[in-house]
């Protein structure tokens, strides 16, 4: 076996040896190598988008326009960003304020909202939810992976 196998050694060093075929150039090479590197992920831009307030309904105020003729406990705030919106209703509880919410539109599937240093991640309706957040102005962001909402001077009274 020995025999058999060193003959066929034999014989590719041979053909190693009369090989006479010239390398490709250097540049195709390099060009080669470079087809397979694997390329960081350029970072992207964050789009911040600063959300108006389009409706504030308090309650026990009377809502001139709308149809419901009794007053709901909690206030209920519309903030517009563009494609997106933010449904907030704010109820006062014995341990400061529950804040529930929902954002409207796409791009926020997964993403994560902030207030005072409290996280809450972002439900698969787009819900999200806070509970005895203290009195006072707030800071309110919507994280997606490329865009975040911004809601500045919540104040919570």
Do not use: C, W
Not at 5 to 16: A, G, V
Not at 27 to 40: C, G, H, Q, S
Not at 63 to 75: C, N, Q
Not at 82 to 100: H, K, Q, S, W
């Amino acid at each position: 076996m020995n025999n058999a196998h060193e003959q066929k050694l034999e014989h590719i060093i041979s053909r190693m040896q009369s090989d006479r075929s010239v390398d490709a150039p250097a540049d195709v090479l390099k060009y080669a190598r470079n087809l397979f590197r694997t390329r960081a992920a350029e970072p992207a831009l964050l789009q911040r988008f600063v959300a108006v307030l389009k409706a504030d309904l308090a309650p026990n105020r009377a809502a001139f326009g709308e149809r419901s003729a009794a007053g709901g406990a909690a206030r209920q705030m519309l903030f517009d960003s563009g494609e997106n919106a933010i449904d907030l209703r704010v109820t006062a509880t014995d341990g400061g304020f529950e804040i529930r919410g929902q954002v409207l539109g796409g791009g926020f599937d997964g993403g994560t909202v902030l207030i005072g240093g409290a996280v809450s991640a972002i439900d698969d309706m787009g819900g999200f939810r806070f509970e005895a957040v203290a009195a006072g102005e707030f800071v309110l962001t919507v994280r997606g992976d490329s865009s975040e909402i911004v809601i500045e001077g919540l104040i919570l009274k």
